[in-house]
DNA sequence: TCCATATCTGTAATCATTTCAATTGTAAAA
DNA sequence: TTTTACAATTGAAATGATTACAGATATGGA
């Protein structure tokens, strides 16, 4: 398939070896797009790949953070979750179904008075609360 | 001391009954203003009450955030930070001296789209960065 | 092909957090 | 004041996530 060629290149890009196991983690966050834990992502390709040890995903993961292509979502204190999507945008978590959305915000004009002189490296934006299907269903209830 | 008798009113009006240790892990929080971890706290308490268990550190910020009275902090995904103070404000860390600064912000002029229509429960803006302090150093060597 | 090196794997160790049962403290009734 | 019931605290053990490590496997270049 040439989209595992295309993510073979992107990784090389990004300074990391492309193998088999770096490639099939990194197709599956931007496929499923889902912010996944590594207990989601080990247990969902281990039926595809049976040999995968779940130090292999953690190494992966710490290697896409460090090289930058993937960063790392704490909206929640008892789990880590992972977004191959690194450009500043907001995660929403509906604490009713679990789900994650992104959204996108404007950080410019926020004019911070408190840490104007500070350099800002990465700009977190965490909102929980209800998304609008679990709105109606629970309307409905 | 009369900042107990504050603390210990303040208690009972959330519902919680103020018992010594209580009294001293919410005084610490507010009085050293630190977003502390579970950890500090016990260590930092421990030599003033011996006994302390962290087990009831734990057990009493899970009662204060349940109550209300305090707020978790995910800045870091390795760590559990908590603040006495419960209003929707912004925190940045410096990734140099491990400070963190709280800091006001307008989540009017986020300008968020994609969440229109979802009910929107807690709201957490984590920056990252250089505080001036560390960016002063830094420069000097 | 062979070698050197990088990657992957599974186990064991570590660290944060939770569970649990026993002890201690407390407030109110007798 | 003593008794009693219940709540809070404690420390040990269990759990769960993550990291360290050492051996096995795969890979790219000579």
Redesign the pocket.
Known sequence: MEQTQNIGSFLINAG??P????IKIYEYLIIRKNHP???MIYKDLNSY?P??????V???L?LFVDKGITQIITIE????RYDPDISTHGHFKCTNCGKIFDFSFDNKNLNIKQIENFEIKQTHLYIKGICENCKRKIIIK
């Open positions: 990391i070896r193998s088999f196991q770096r834990t590594v207990e790949i040999t995968l040890s779940k130090t292999t953690y190494n992966t710490k204190d008892n789990e880590t």
